[in-house]
C-alpha cells in the first residue's frame, strides 16, 4: 500500500513554470511505476507522464512533449514533473498515481492515487 500527497501547484503566467511533487508513504515507492495525469474543468482525466521504478524510462503526451518533464528520487519517496512554457490549456488539476509493472497510459491500470494539486495558468 502506498499513499501520495501532491504539491507544488499555483498560479502562474503563460510561459512560465511550474515544478510538482509527489510524495510517497511506504517502503515499496522504488517498485512503482509512477505517472501524473491531469482534469481540466468540464472534461476527463487524462494521461500527462509516466516514469518506471528505476527511473531509465519515461513516456510523455504529445500535448506536453518537450515541455513536461517526470523525474523521481527513490531516495526521498518522490516523483517530480517539471513544467515549462505553460499554457492556459495545462489548467488543471494534477493528480499522481503509482502501478506495478510497466508503463501505462492507462489510467485504470494505476492503483493508488493522490488528491491532486490544482495548476491555473493564466493568458
Known amino acids: 500500500q502506498v499513499q501520495l500527497v501532491e504539491s507544488g501547484g499555483g498560479l502562474v503566467q503563460a510561459g512560465g513554470s511550474l515544478r510538482l511533487s509527489c510524495a510517497a508513504s511506504?517502503?515499496?515507492?522504488?517498485?512503482?511505476?509512477m505517472g501524473w495525469f491531469r482534469q481540466a474543468p468540464g472534461k476527463e482525466r487524462e494521461f500527462v507522464a509516466a516514469i518506471s521504478w528505476s527511473g531509465d524510462y519515461t513516456y510523455y503526451a504529445d500535448s506536453v512533449k518537450g515541455r513536461f518533464t517526470i523525474s523521481r528520487d527513490n531516495a526521498k519517496n518522490t516523483v517530480y514533473l517539471q513544467m515549462n512554457s505553460l499554457k492556459p490549456d495545462d489548467t488543471a488539476v494534477y493528480y499522481c498515481?503509482?502501478?506495478?509493472?510497466?508503463?501505462?497510459?492507462?489510467?485504470?491500470?494505476?492503483?493508488?492515487w493522490g488528491q491532486g494539486t490544482q495548476v491555473t495558468v493564466s493568458s
Open positions: 498515481a503509482a502501478k506495478g509493472w510497466s508503463l501505462s497510459d492507462d489510467e485504470a491500470r494505476y492503483d493508488h
Open positions: 511506504g517502503r515499496t515507492f522504488s517498485s512503482y511505476t
